[in-house]
């Protein structure tokens, strides 16, 4: 089970920090990742990183989200910075090669 946290309503320019926790103590063996799905749109892509650590980010966000993640608290995080109108959406976290996602939380980035 995944349990997202940390969305919300932020100015353009603004940061937010999401959080994934995973209930799963096989947590730090997966590759996790982040998607986001905005109103009308397919779910996409956002950051992911590995068991050892190695990131990767789509273009859009490279540069100003993070992706982290700390395997003692099972938790991986989507620091987001410099946030854009664009950036509004649900965003999900995902757990590679087990089929779980979390609920979604709101960004809204919006003046």
């Known amino acids: 089970q995944l349990v997202e946290s940390g969305g919300g309503l932020v100015q353009p320019g603004g940061s937010l920090r999401l959080s994934c926790a995973a209930s799963?103590?096989?947590?730090?063996?997966?590759?996790m990742g982040w998607y986001r799905q905005a109103p009308g749109k397919q779910r996409e892509f956002v950051a992911s990183i590995t068991s050892g650590s190695i990131t990767n980010y789509a273009d859009s966000v490279k540069g100003r989200f993070t992706i982290s993640r700390d395997n003692a608290k099972v938790t991986v995080y989507l620091q987001m910075n410099s946030l854009k109108p664009e950036d509004t959406a649900v965003y999900y976290c995902?757990?590679?090669?087990?089929?779980?996602w979390g609920q979604g939380t709101q960004v809204t980035v919006s003046s």
């Open positions: 995902r757990m590679y090669g087990t089929g779980y």
């Open positions: 799963a103590n096989i947590f730090s063996i997966y590759s």
